[in-house]
């Protein structure tokens, strides 16, 4: 195995990972395997799993570990009993463990509940490496301008965001005439309409590329997790919403692709391994060796591409609709697709219904509400959301 060897007399890396249970968590401790001393770990979180978490801070060594369940407190702490570890619970024991010293902080956290913990990094002067995206949806100007006050950087962590941030290193945004995520499709690029209407939940969290969590397998299903990475890459890219777009890519090999003024193309190829742009973040502005699967162009055979079908996956639409009519919109469109979504995997929602509701809550917003320029603006409009969404999930689900 190829580890990252420490340089003689610089300290290791500082690490944080917001998230550590999760697939994005689990990754990055695998690359931490790899690497070696080359890293310390200063703080690991998780939801609710206090044994997964244990086992986090018994593998790392970590000095501060935070579940969010205040229930969970007296078990986390007499399974860790004996070890130099300090405990915790709560929601604010999470944002805690966002304020510890760290070089980087791994942000993973799942949906909204994320907001509060990755700001709290951002403040502290951490370079944040960025897996969860709802926090650029739902308040992507708050989190650029407070990365420019604290002088630090949000290196993105999805595959799609992380090829990008590598091709335009080295141009002038001027250069850029257009930046292209790709989308494998999901199960069901090639499904008709009546047969969405009998999608499943276990047919939908069976992506046929990647394997994730089920919240982000469900939005890879509807293309709504690409609408979310389109508004999150105008946030992280400086560029307008015209010269975002989406193309769908079967086997997954291309990541990203920019167009420059010229007509060039330059697209990004990696292997269908989230431990690719882990790494990449974590060794950021330096890279290293890894031991990761090389790709063989000449075994893979063919590269496909096609357009995405707004007619098919509705979704996309309404997050596009959504980065045009401001951060409000998009806030309101994440907190919604939440709520859809959960409702979906308790099989109370159909597939379809998940695009209806978000589309209903966008009609039924409010006129005069504005762009949150604060971490409780934020969650206040997050919580209007997904009130309009309870409703609108109960009006539908009635029907049924």
């Not at 604010?92 to 304020?99: G, H, M, N, P, S």
């Not at 379809?352 to 809550?361: E, L």
Request: glycine share 8%; charged share 20%.
């Amino acid at each position: 195995m190829v580890a990252a060897a420490p340089v003689a007399g610089v300290a290791p890396r500082r690490i944080s990972i917001l998230g550590a249970t999760g697939s994005i968590g689990q990754s990055t401790l695998s690359v931490l395997r790899e690497a070696g001393p080359a890293y310390e770990v200063e703080a690991v979180t998780a939801n609710t799993d206090v044994q997964a978490l244990a086992r986090v801070v018994r593998e790392t060594g970590a000095r501060f570990a935070a579940v969010a369940a205040p229930g969970a407190y007296l078990e986390l702490k007499d399974t860790l009993a004996g070890m130099a570890v300090e405990v915790a619970a709560g929601t604010d024991a999470i944002v805690e463990a966002a304020r510890r010293p760290a070089d980087i902080t791994v942000a993973a956290i799942v949906g909204a509940a994320g907001l509060a913990p990755t700001h709290a990094a951002l403040v502290t002067g951490a370079t944040v490496a960025l897996a969860t995206k709802e926090c650029m949806v739902s308040a992507g100007d708050l989190f650029r301008d407070t990365a420019h006050r604290a002088g630090t950087r949000l290196l993105p962590v999805d595959s799609e965001h992380n090829a990008i941030f590598q091709l335009l290193e080295g141009h002038d945004i001027g250069d850029i005439e257009r930046i292209v995520l790709t989308a494998s499709g999901g199960p069901f690029r090639r499904h008709s309409p009546a047969q969405m209407a009998d999608v499943r939940p276990e047919d939908a969290l069976r992506h046929p590329r990647w394997s994730m969590g089920a919240k982000i397998s469900i939005d890879s299903a509807t293309m709504m997790n690409k609408g979310l990475e389109i508004i999150e890459a105008f946030h992280l890219f400086d560029v307008g919403p015209e010269q975002l777009g989406a193309i769908v890519h079967p086997e997954s090999i291309v990541h990203g692709l920019i167009e420059l003024v010229d007509g060039t193309q330059l697209a990004a190829l990696g292997a269908t391994d989230m431990r690719l742009p882990i790494s990449h973040c974590l060794s950021w502005p330096d890279r290293v060796a890894t031991p990761l699967r090389r790709l063989d162009l000449a075994e893979i055979g063919q590269l496909t591409f096609e357009p995405l079908d707004i007619a098919r996956f509705p979704a996309f639409g309404l997050a596009t609709q959504a980065l045009d009519a401001g951060g409000w919109a998009t806030n309101i469109l994440n907190a919604a697709n939440e709520m859809a979504v959960a409702a979906f995997l308790d099989e109370g929602l159909a597939f379809p219904d998940i695009a209806g509701v978000v589309g209903d809550v966008l009609d039924s917003a409010e006129s005069g509400l504005r762009t949150p320029t604060t971490i409780g603006e934020a969650l206040d409009l997050d919580r209007y959301g997904r009130e309009l969404a309870r409703r609108t999930i109960e009006i539908r689900t009635n029907r049924q």
